[in-house]
């Protein structure tokens, strides 16, 4: 099984704002309107790769970047393609109740997983008043995903892009399951340390995967390999910001190529290449509790 942990869900025009979508296009050969993906083209994407489930994320950066992507949004999709889709929400804990519409999101919508984007607005992810958000992903036993690592938008706080900020979260919640965007880039080599440091945490490869050199690409997973976290890796491609095809060609590769790898270094094993293509993220949903969902939402008219 091969699974995406990292698809952002939303329309260019519904939910995106103009000045985000060109910033966060702007060193890429995507345009703006790119950033749509409906749900046929995103299931179009998924077979041509041979994807077979993704995390599906929500978006809350209202309060800085003036829109979001929500949670009901993504609930719909998901519910309309349960064995395909799984839904993260997303909350931002900038604004009051947080804690109580992700409870809401989980037991009501069935999302099965928190997406947070720290710097977006423009807080650490171990800010305080993220706690109790914490607090609420643990009672319900799902995985949080944190954005680490830099961004092109030019409203995010660089203050607050290093994954090392994380590992105050992860010594005040031990056994909370983190999962780390973007493998921390460009501080990939702290994160693969940090997840050392902590056996709650996890990593996935999204963009830093699909646009780094394969060079670069294999000494980080060497190094994974090395501090024997490669186990905690999640192929993800942060579609549709970058192609599932491509991505899933250039991993398989890093399986038969030894070209890229440093010396000392083998290519990816066929159990390490089945675990980062999916199987990391199915035993991460796996020991995790499916909540019952309360009913199909209705699809968000804005």
């Known amino acids: 099984m091969i699974i995406d942990a990292h698809v952002h869900a939303g ?3 519904r939910h995106y704002s103009a000045r985000f979508a060109e910033q966060m296009t702007a060193t890429t050969d995507l345009a703006p309107e790119d950033l749509t993906a409906p749900e046929a ?3 179009a994407e998924m077979d041509a790769a041979g994807v077979d489930r993704v995390f599906l994320l929500a978006f809350d950066v209202r309060r800085v970047e003036g829109f979001s992507v929500p949670n ?3 609930a719909d999709l998901c519910a309309r393609h349960p064995d395909r889709l799984t839904g993260f929400a997303s909350v931002d804990a900038g604004t009051p109740g947080a804690a109580a519409r992700l409870r809401e999101a989980v037991t009501g919508l069935g999302l099965r997983g928190l997406k947070t984007a720290p710097c977006y607005l423009r807080m650490s992810p171990a800010d305080r008043r993220w706690y109790d958000v914490y607090e609420t992903a643990a009672e319900l036993d799902i995985p949080v995903l944190i954005h680490t690592g830099y961004t092109p ?7 607050f892009f290093s994954p090392l900020l994380v590992e105050q ?10 999962i780390l965007a973007h493998l921390g880039t460009p501080w990939t080599g702290p994160c693969v340390d940090l997840l050392a440091r902590h056996p709650d945490l996890y990593a996935d490869l999204s963009i830093f995967g699909s646009y780094q050199p394969p060079a ?4 980080a ?7 024997g976290v490669l186990d905690r890796l999640l192929w993800g491609t942060d579609f549709p910001f ?7 060609a250039r991993t398989a590769e890093l399986a038969r190529d030894p070209e890229p790898w440093p010396d000392g270094s083998d290519p990816l094993s066929p159990r390490e290449y089945e675990a980062l293509m999916g199987g990391t993220a199915a035993r991460l949903l796996a020991s995790t509790r499916a909540p019952h969902r309360a009913g199909s939402p209705t699809p968000p008219m804005s």
Do not use: C, I, N, W
């Open 169 to 178: 979260v992860a010594k005040d919640f031990p056994g909370l399951k983190v």
């Open 153 to 159: 938008s030019r409203q995010a706080d660089p203050r």
């Open 41 to 43: 083209e995103l299931l």
């Open 216 to 219: 670069t690409v294999a000494r």
């Open 11 to 13: 329309e260019y025009y």
């Open 72 to 74: 009901e949004f993504v």
């Open 242 to 248: 970058a192609s599932m095809t491509g991505s899933v």
């Open 221 to 227: 997973l060497a190094h994974a390999r090395d501090r």
